[in-house]
């Protein structure tokens, strides 16, 4: 076998400035740090980007050295082990580290077999479709100053934190009031609060509620009486977490750095469609390449929050085209 026909695996750590900064209940950041993994076999190479979630304790380090761990596994599954992205699913835990080569895989194959990859794995292909646009997490002031510059947009997702929301949503509201509006609590609401809150939300209009509660501590919500869809986030993860989760939530958010890639994400969104729950496809603040896959999971959802590059200082080139509220489906050129 000649050197350009073994595959290499390299992987690093990116760091993109935000636009301002980006700000909810654990905390705010200025800067996105992904980690970019790329799988090379002879002149063509596969790409796929991941955003470890402190939340589970994943580091950018940890993250980086669990890809290139992999890197024995890539060479011998090429020479005849069989490693592609369904081999993959087995070989990794599901993690920000499987996603980014779960989705470099799959690049690598639809750009060697010159087919996109909706076609390759029987998908509906995505069209263009309306993505959330981020408020973070404020006074109501400053996010009633930051919805009146969004109110253009068809979609603003809210951040919320707890105390006060009611007084948040309200001039949200008054800012934005012909925007759709879903809002994401990320775990910060109590069970004492939890009805007053939605109540608000309600008054105010909104469409979805994300995560009220913390994870394993989101019981209340099976027994009040629910006035808006509430969306599981950090109560699920991937297929496996779905269970028992029906009575507590109306839809689910899938996001493929919970899942460890885009394999695990779709198979994961049939098994939400199936047991009745309703789809949002989320994101971290990345750039297009990790926004790229996830755009499959789009006309599966009534809930699209791809926004990620548009917090960013600036994407990366050959991004995402974002036209207003619109977000396209990528080139080949980028991804898949």
């Not at 087995?90 to 639809?110: V, Y």
């Not at 909706?118 to 400053?142: F, K, M, N, Q």
């Amino acid at each position: 076998m000649t050197s350009s026909k073994v595959p290499t695996l390299d992987a690093r750590i990116e760091r993109w400035p935000i636009e301002g900064n980006f700000t909810i209940s654990r905390g705010a950041k200025t800067e996105a740090v992904v980690v970019v993994a790329e799988v090379t076999h002879g002149n063509t190479t596969g790409r796929g980007e991941c955003v470890p979630y402190p939340r589970y304790g994943e580091t950018p380090e940890a993250t980086l050295k669990a890809i290139l761990g992999m890197t024995d596994a890539i060479v011998d599954g090429f020479g005849g082990g069989g490693l592609d992205w369904q081999a993959l699913q087995a070989a990794m835990p599901p993690s920000a580290a499987r996603n980014a080569l779960d989705c470099a895989l799959l690049d690598l194959d639809a750009k060697q077999g010159n087919k996109r990859i909706w076609d390759r794995l029987g998908r509906a292909a995505p069209p263009a479709c309306v993505t959330a646009y981020t408020i973070s997490l404020g006074t109501p002031e400053t996010m009633a100053t930051a919805a009146a510059k969004a109110s253009h947009r068809r979609l603003l997702k809210i951040k919320l934190g707890g105390d006060g929301d009611g007084l948040r949503i309200a001039a949200v509201r008054r800012a934005a009031p012909h925007s759709e509006l879903i809002v994401d609590a990320n775990e910060a609401w109590t069970e004492a609060n939890l009805e007053q809150n939605l109540a608000a939300c309600a008054k105010a209009g909104v469409t979805l509620v994300e995560q009220p509660l913390p994870a394993g501590k989101d019981s209340a919500l099976a027994r009040i009486k629910r006035p808006i869809a509430v969306c599981a986030d950090e109560s699920v993860h991937d297929r496996a977490s779905l269970g028992g989760l029906r009575e507590r939530y109306d839809a689910v958010n899938i996001k493929l750095d919970k899942t460890g890639g885009l394999t695990e994400a779709l198979a994961m969104a049939d098994a939400a469609a199936a047991q009745g729950f309703g789809i949002m496809v989320g994101c971290m603040v990345a750039t297009s390449l990790a926004m790229a896959p996830a755009m499959l999971l789009t006309p599966m959802a009534r809930f699209v929050d791809l926004d990620g590059p548009l917090l960013l200082a600036r994407d990366r080139d050959g991004g995402l085209r974002y036209d207003g509220s619109l977000v396209y489906p990528p080139d080949a050129a980028l991804w898949g």
